[in-house]
């Protein structure tokens, strides 16, 4: 089956630092992806969604400034958490979502930031 | 706008029992409806969709849902509870070709010895 990696799984940075998280689809491409993020016992919010070679669409709310995506190939886009502060912390999920009919979209493992 | 009501927040089933987990949706156009699993500190895994034909969709795990046009509903069942089902269950509504997914807040499933 389609496999989704994030990197790191978890981190923690200190207050004012970057940080970059990845997202692999392992064996197949991805022409879009999305990241979520997940407060402790709730759901997913959709922050964004990260389309090859193009600039990410970001949902109301989120700040792009603040919230880098770059999706510069097939298997891979990045997130990068600029100038984090402690309420930045959260869990952080991307999905990948397949080129083809029947379109699949696989969910990577998740990554916590925790930032002190 | 789409939005997803799981109505119980907490869900406590004995082993052996079986399960029930309700899921409301608010769509404008032919939903396709996904019901994930999630074990604490770690990503969705898919257990099952609803794109068109068949209103009961099987899935992975002993899963199975129906999809109720009527009652706006994909409830998500399974007639005997695993220990190890224990871990919480998002419903989820979106587009075909995978737009954008929304999200309930989610049910967690508690299975009792």
């Known amino acids: 089956g389609a496999v989704v990696s994030q990197h790191p799984s978890w981190v923690i940075c200190k207050s004012g630092t970057s940080v970059k998280i990845e997202c692999r689809s392992l064996d197949f491409q991805a022409t879009t992806m999305f990241w979520y993020r997940q407060f402790p016992k709730q759901s997913l919010m959709l922050m964004a969604t990260?389309?090859?070679?193009?600039?990410?669409?970001?949902e109301q709310g989120v700040e792009k400034d603040k919230f880098l995506i770059n999706h510069a190939s097939l298997t891979l886009s990045t997130l990068t958490v600029t100038s984090a502060h402690p309420e930045d912390s959260s869990f952080y999920i991307c999905s990948a979502r397949t080129t083809v009919r029947p379109y699949e979209q696989y969910f990577g493992p998740g990554t916590r930031l925790t930032v002190t | 706008a789409q939005s997803v009501t799981q109505p119980d927040i907490h869900i406590t089933v004995s082993e052996g029992a079986s399960l029930e987990l309700r899921c409301n949706y608010s769509?404008?156009?032919?939903?396709?409806l996904f019901w994930y699993v999630q074990s604490p500190g770690q990503g969705l895994q898919l257990l099952l969709k609803?794109?068109?034909?068949?209103?009961l969709v099987q899935g992975i795990k002993g899963f199975e849902a129906e999809f109720k046009r009527s009652q706006s509903s994909f409830n998500l069942r399974k007639p005997s509870v695993h220990w190890s089902d224990a871990a919480e269950y998002f419903c989820a509504v979106g587009a075909e070709g995978y737009s954008t997914l929304t999200f309930g807040k989610g049910t967690m499933l508690l299975v009792s010895p």
């Open positions: 609803y794109f068109s034909g068949d209103t």
């Open positions: 769509y404008g156009a032919t939903p396709y």
């Open positions: 990260s389309n090859e070679g193009s600039k990410a669409t970001y």
